[in-house]
């Protein structure tokens, strides 16, 4: 999401500049498992600015970014102050001018140029004489730039006009235009539609809308993905089902097969065996010869019982697989549709009810599955996640007992808010050999945040593991439990999306 020419760069760069003069930038991280780089401002407000190569990404967003893994870079722009932001002339590169003050020596100025070109972007951060410092990346181009050079414009691309229009983006068949002249600019679209946007900073707020969307998209993709993947396990399963009872169906052919063996090896009882099967004549089909098999061990009268019995076995078993059968195609038949609908769905909201509906209603109770399941047990309540994968909390402290080491099995996975009072979690594993969909990690350390002592926090650290690594301490008050092995997450206390809280 990178401005397409040096008029938009150039609006941009002083938007940027009205929001962000004289903020402090606080410190530049880099986020190492998606290759994303964060500026974080305090000013009137925090801010962060995202910027990252794959895809291309140059984002003012509000508030700063949850913590996580990310670690400091560019150590000296720690704490130094936004003197300006600008375009670069006739290019698409936008300069951040910082002054860093320090009581020891004098305020030594800084730059940070982003050179917003695409699959050849790239961030420098320049010295007070123009040397290079250090760059996020160095791009192989003419200029040879490298740490310890002085740093070289690109080459210009020419003078923005003073008015006009120019392409900003085209979304889904809609194309959006900026529509400037001088200092004035404002967004506009083909076709029209309506834009909800703060006039000083018409791109900032675009950017922000469409960062929005495509995070919304990216949600529904995951979503839809997790879901997709549990309907696909489930059509598998019934099909290998299917699969066995049609192969069972076709040996019922063998009935009349079996039942002439059983009475041809009745009739030559007094006749010697040649090996593992019997010489006779095959008083069915014309008087031949056919050797008729024995059961490895047994006798000709035990294996025309064997026969009798498999016959008689087979002749019961079409009026109990046909059944399953209609069955096992319906429900196959069922969950295709299933993931065709979650395959369409619009959006997220949209996506968490529909696999709500997919659910079977609890057969102790009528309540709808969407709703805290509390009554259900007097230790522990019942969730489902978004994904389908059932959720149980901890009542109590003699619930949260019960629940981790009486109802939970080794395989399934534990939770519980870190260094705090609350509940245990317990997610069930659907699959004792798969781990769980994220999502369904995720929604449960929500529900462990949630009913802890840190409901009201914003960011909560979650541990959690698999149940077999969490052992009740000897002597220890009800609830107390030992565990090894842990992995945290920090998330935001609250329901799954399909719930409502009484």
Not at 272 to 282: C, E, F, H, I, M
Request: glycine letters at 4%.
């Amino acid at each position: 999401m990178l401005p397409k020419n040096t008029v938009v760069t150039n609006y941009l760069a002083l938007e940027y500049d009205a929001l962000l003069m004289g903020a402090i930038l606080v410190k530049v991280e880099h986020h190492k498992a998606s290759k994303i780089f964060r500026l974080l401002f305090k000013g009137e407000s925090k801010r962060h600015l995202k910027f990252s190569f794959a895809p291309p990404q140059f984002l003012l967003l509000p508030g700063w970014a949850k913590k996580d893994d990310s670690f400091e870079v560019w150590q000296q722009c720690a704490s130094s102050t936004v003197i300006s932001v600008a375009p670069f002339p006739g290019n698409r590169a936008i300069v951040f001018e910082i002054e860093k003050g320090d009581e020891a020596t004098s305020p030594r100025r800084l730059k940070i140029i982003f050179e917003l070109f695409g699959a050849q972007a790239n961030a420098f951060l320049i010295d007070h004489d123009g040397t290079i410092l250090h760059a996020l990346r160095v791009v192989k181009d003419s200029r040879r730039l490298k740490p310890g050079t002085p740093y070289v414009p690109a080459e210009s691309l020419g003078d923005t006009s003073h008015a006009g229009q120019a392409e900003i983006a085209s979304v889904a068949g809609v194309n959006y235009l900026l529509e400037f002249d001088g200092k004035h600019h404002r967004i506009v679209t083909e076709p029209q539609v309506k834009l909800d946007l703060d006039r000083k900073t018409p791109l900032v707020s675009f950017f922000w809308l469409l960062h929005d969307a495509q995070a919304a998209q990216q949600e529904l993709k995951q979503a839809q993905a997790t879901a997709l993947g549990v309907l696909k396990r489930a059509i598998k399963k019934n099909e290998n089902t299917l699969a066995q009872l049609r192969q069972d169906l076709a040996e019922c052919a063998d009935i009349d097969r079996l039942k002439q063996w059983g009475d041809l090896l009745m009739a030559n009882l007094d006749v010697k065996p040649n090996g593992d099967q019997l010489r006779v004549t095959d008083l069915y089909h014309d008087d031949r010869a056919i050797d008729v098999p024995l059961v490895a061990g047994k006798s000709i009268l035990e294996t025309a019982a064997i026969y009798y019995k498999r016959a008689k076995r087979l002749q019961r078993m079409p009026a109990i697989i046909m059944p399953r059968l209609q069955k096992l195609e319906q429900t196959i038949l069922k969950l295709v549709e299933r993931s065709a609908a979650v395959f369409q769905a619009s959006d997220i909201d949209h996506l968490h009810k529909l696999v709500a509906t997919f659910r079977a209603p609890s057969r102790r109770s009528k309540r709808s599955d969407t709703t805290d399941a509390s009554d259900s047990s007097p230790h522990y309540r019942i969730f489902y996640s978004s994904a389908g994968e059932k959720l149980l909390v901890g009542k109590s402290a003699a619930g949260n007992d019960v629940l981790t080491f009486k109802v939970a099995r080794t395989y399934d996975w534990w939770f519980h808010a870190q260094q705090a009072t609350g509940s245990h979690v317990i997610l069930v594993a659907t699959d004792k050999n798969r781990a769980p969909s994220k999502q369904s990690i995720t929604e449960a350390a929500q529900l462990a945040a949630y009913y802890s002592d840190m409901k009201k926090s914003s960011n909560v650290p979650v541990m959690y593991t698999e149940r077999r690594h969490v052992r009740k301490a000897k002597g220890g008050t009800p609830g107390k439990a030992i565990f090894q092995q842990i992995k945290s997450v920090f998330v935001e206390p609250k329901l799954p999306p399909t719930v409502k809280e009484d």
